[in-house]
């Protein structure tokens, strides 16, 4: 009987190891989804790019995924983007489309990457957002209308606008 007993004991520790292996199996894989190839991303090719949801889920990291194709929402002050003063362009992180200079970039307090103007008119394609009981206008990409953010008419001059950006769909190309 205490045989059994040490047996049944041995095997739970067993599978509590299992377990316990999860959550750090879970990281390798998430971190290595991360670096997901995208043979979509170029910052020279101009054409519209269009590809199917499914597509998208395949090349993209989950987190872009996500902001890019679902519309979704970082956390506010949790991209490094927001504060920081790195020069270049900044691209589309889905295809790769130059979205705005690092010199219309301007601390906004706000929470997220906050730029006064695009690179270009086409750049940037808007469209009106009346969700969560706001009268909003949301921005996609040009190239590949990934969502973007949103901008607001409390900008700096210029432009007096405010384009509110999610730093997770971002890439700075130095
Ligand atoms: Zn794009």
Not at 2 to 28: E, F, R, V
Not at 46 to 68: C, H, M, N, R
Not at 105 to 130: A, H, L, M, R
Not at 136 to 150: F, I, P, S, Y
């Amino acid at each position: 009987m205490k045989m059994i007993n040490k047996l049944i004991g041995g095997l739970l520790l067993l599978s509590l190891g299992a377990c316990a292996q999860g959550p750090s199996n879970t990281n390798i894989n998430k971190a290595s989804m991360s670096e997901k190839k995208n043979q979509y991303y170029s910052t020279t090719i101009k054409e519209k790019l269009v590809l199917p949801d499914s597509t998208w889920k395949q090349v993209l990291a989950p987190e872009v995924y996500q902001i890019a194709r679902q519309k979704g929402t970082e956390r506010p002050f949790s991209s490094a983007f927001e504060t920081s003063k790195e020069v270049g362009t900044f691209h589309c992180a889905a295809c790769g489309n130059p979205l705005f200079k690092s010199t219309a970039k301007f601390e906004s307090g706000c929470g997220w990457p906050s730029f006064f103007e695009p690179i270009t008119k086409g750049s940037i394609i808007y469209i009106p957002d009346n969700t969560l009981g706001m009268q909003r206008t949301e921005v996609e990409c040009g190239k590949c209308k990934a969502h973007l953010g949103h901008v607001f008419e409390d900008g700096p001059p210029p432009t007096g606008l405010r384009y509110c950006i999610n730093g997770v769909i971002l890439t700075l190309e130095k």
